[in-house]
C-alpha cells in the first residue's frame, strides 16, 4: 500500500472526475508545478493506484437504452467450470460485466440492449442457452449517479 497525502486525494479525485486534464491545469488547480503534479501522478501509476484511463460513453447516443442487470446461479457448478462460463458469458457483447460474487446468485451482469424487446432476445438466445445457467433474476437501471470512489 502507499502512502498518500492530502494532495494525492485532491489529485485522484480530479482525475476521477475528468482523466484528461493535463498535469499543468490540473497543477494550476492545485496550486502545485506541472513537474511536481507529474511526479506525483507518476508516483500513483507506477504504484498501481492509477490503473488506466477509460471512456464514458453515452449508451444512449449508441443505441442502447436499457441497462438490465442479472443475478445468475449456476444449476450444475460441477459440470461447467466458472472459467468456461465467464469465458462463454464474455463473449456476448451485450454484456458489459461479469462479476463473480458471494451471495444468492453466483455471477452478477451488466447488459446493455436496445430496448426491452432487444434485452428478452439476448437472455433468451444468448444467455439462457448457455450451459449451466439456473435461476436468473433481473434488475432493470432506471438511472444511475457514479460517484467518485473511497477516496478520503
Known sequence: MIEMDATDRLILRALVKDATQSASALGRSLGLSQPATWRRI??????????GQRLDLDREKLGFGVTVFLGIKLATKGRVSLEDFERAVSAIPEVQTVEHVLGVY??????????????????????MMMP?????????????????GPIE
Open 106 to 127: 453466483d455471477y452478477r451482469l451488466r447488459v446493455v440492449a436496445r430496448d426491452i424487446a432487444d434485452f428478452e432476445r439476448v437472455l433468451r438466445r444468448r444467455i
Open 132 to 148: 449451466g445457467v439456473g435461476d436468473v433474476e433481473a434488475n432493470v437501471l432506471l438511472s444511475e449517479e457514479r460517484l467518485p
Open 42 to 51: 507518476r508516483r500513483l501509476r507506477d504504484s498501481g493506484v492509477i490503473r
